[in-house]
T-cell receptor, first 116, second 110 residues
Framework: KAGVTQTPRYLIKTRGQQVTLSCSPI?????VSWYQQTPGQGLQFLFEYFSETQRNKGNFPGRFSGRQFSNSRSEMNVSTLELGDSALYLC???????????????FGEGSRLTVL | GQQVMQIPQYQHVQEGEDFTTYCNSSTTLSNIQWYKQRPGGHPVFLIQLVKSGEVKKQKRLTFQFGEAKKNSSLHITATQTTDVGTYFC??????????FGSGTQLTVLP
């Protein structure tokens, strides 16, 4: 069974540009979450999508957005990039649909974004 | 939003010594999960605890969930070099959103 696939793995952008990251969850997983990981802030929750609907959103500015498609694949977009957006962006999929329990999260390898 | 405090931030141990990392929340948790991230890798799920006072073991790893469901610990007995990595707790409160602790980076010296 294929794992969570994230593309691209690495990318370099300059300030002011925008970026789109893609995530393909494990087959059958309908929940996709996005996290930002930085050395100083650890793993910060961005948002979660389930059946094409955003279920939860973290405390990030509106420049960070996402969506989920009918096949459960998800994309996140960051507009007007800032230096502080440099981070590893992790996508995780899960099977459980409980209101209070995500169940086990399966993480992808991440997309490492560098903003110059 | 919910906050989860994890200590220590770093831990260096000699191979064969024990290791413990702790997570604390000011609010009652619905459940808590533990993940391990190897250097250069991604977080990998270890376990989930749901019940008050729950204790689960995986070989040399022992996980505990406090009676009040506000704290949790991960204890590794007789560490090995393969245990190197960062250990994260991740907690859910009343909402589904998982909040990760800041992680404990474990170094095992041979």
């Amino acid at each position: 069974k294929a794992g969570v696939t994230q593309t691209p793995r690495y990318l370099i952008k300059t300030r002011g540009q925008q970026v789109t990251l893609s995530c393909s969850p494990i087959s059958g997983h309908r929940s996709v979450s996005w996290y930002q990981q930085t050395p100083g802030q650890g793993l910060q929750f961005l948002f979660e999508y389930f059946s094409e609907t955003q279920r939860n959103k973290g405390n990030f500015p509106g420049r960070f957005s996402g969506r989920q498609f009918s096949n459960s694949r998800s994309e996140m977009n960051v507009s007007t990039l800032e230096l502080g957006d440099s981070a590893l962006y992790l996508c995780a999929s899960s099977l459980l649909a409980s209101r209070t329990n995500t169940g086990e999260l399966f993480f992808g390898e991440g997309s490492r974004l560098t903003v110059l | 939003g919910q906050q989860v405090m994890q200590i220590p931030q770093y831990q260096h141990v000699q191979e064969g010594e024990d290791f413990t990392t702790y997570c604390n929340s000011s609010t009652t948790l619905s459940n808590i999960q533990w993940y391990k991230q190897r250097p250069g890798g991604h977080p990998v799920f270890l376990i989930q605890l749901v019940k008050s006072g729950e204790v689960k073991k995986q070989k040399r790893l022992t996980f505990q969930f406090g009676e009040a469901k506000k704290n949790s610990s991960l204890h590794i007995t007789a560490t090995q070099t393969t245990d190197v990595g960062t250990y994260f707790c991740a907690a859910s409160g009343s909402a589904r959103q998982l909040t990760f602790g800041s992680g404990t980076q474990l170094t095992v010296l041979p």
